[in-house]
């Protein structure tokens, strides 16, 4: 069945360092690749997201980058502070459909 | 982004009782709603897909006799655990999409313990 892999699953930066997060999917009709953060005890939220006939986006401090022919996708976040330390999580659509398989997590600590 | 409610935030119940959690979506219509569980430093699992006027679809391995779900509205749906045991203890959350859209909106989800 579809399946998506996320690693690291922890990972821990210093304030103002860049932080790289790598997933891959299995199912190539995947079309829809969101990333959420996650804070303890609370709701996800998106943070970003990218379209199969999008290769990257960029949004202030974070960007996403999609390679549908090794079918992996990448989130980056530039300058990292402390706010950002959370749970991430990706995700791809199953198929073209509105479902969604998540990755396990990244547990990002960001060091003051 | 859509702004989604949960309710209750948290439950406490004996085994054997059920427990509805109800997933609103305040300010769009959501023809769609998905719910999920998260089991402590897990991903999210989805459970099943509720679509408004019509049956849920559950995803392998969910027992749709356990977990009813029911979507009257276009703002509302429900998810029934019945019978409840403490290996159903759990964070459950919904998420809504609108029509033709494909971002999910999560609520803020309900963390059930079963005793």
């Known amino acids: 069945g579809e399946n998506v892999e996320q690693h690291p699953s922890t990972l821990s930066v210093q304030e103002g360092d860049s932080a790289v997060i790598k997933c891959t999917y299995s199912?190539?009709?995947?079309?829809?690749f969101p990333w959420y953060k996650q804070e303890l005890g609370k709701r996800p939220q998106l943070i970003i997201d990218?379209?199969?006939?999008?290769g990257e986006k960029k949004d202030q401090r974070i960007a996403v980058t999609l390679n549908k022919t090794a079918k992996h996708f990448s989130l980056h976040i530039t300058e990292t502070q402390p706010e950002d330390s959370a749970v991430y999580f990706c995700?791809?659509?199953?198929?073209?459909?509105?479902?969604?398989?998540f990755g396990s997590g990244t547990r990002l600590l960001v060091r003051p | 982004g859509a702004v989604v409610s949960q309710h209750p935030s948290r439950v406490i119940c004996k085994s054997g009782t059920s427990v509805k959690i109800e997933c609103r979506s305040l300010?769009?219509?959501?023809?769609?709603m998905f719910w999920y569980r998260q089991f402590p430093k897990q991903s999210l699992m989805l459970m099943a897909t509720?679509?408004?006027?019509?049956?849920?679809?559950?995803e392998q391995g969910v027992e749709k006799d356990k977990f009813l779900i029911n979507h009257a509205s276009l703002t509302l749906s429900t998810l029934t655990v019945t019978s409840a045991h403490p290996e159903d203890s759990s964070f459950y959350i919904c998420?809504?999409?609108?029509?033709?859209?494909?971002?999910?909106?999560f609520g803020p989800g309900t963390r059930l313990l079963v005793l």
């Open positions: 995700a791809a659509s199953i198929g073209s459909s509105y479902k969604l398989i």
């Open positions: 199912d190539s009709a995947s079309n829809y």
């Open positions: 990218i379209r199969s006939n999008v």
């Open positions: 300010d769009f219509q959501a023809t769609t």
């Open positions: 509720s679509n408004e006027g019509s049956k849920a679809t559950y």
């Open positions: 998420s809504t999409i609108g029509t033709g859209q494909e971002t999910q909106y």
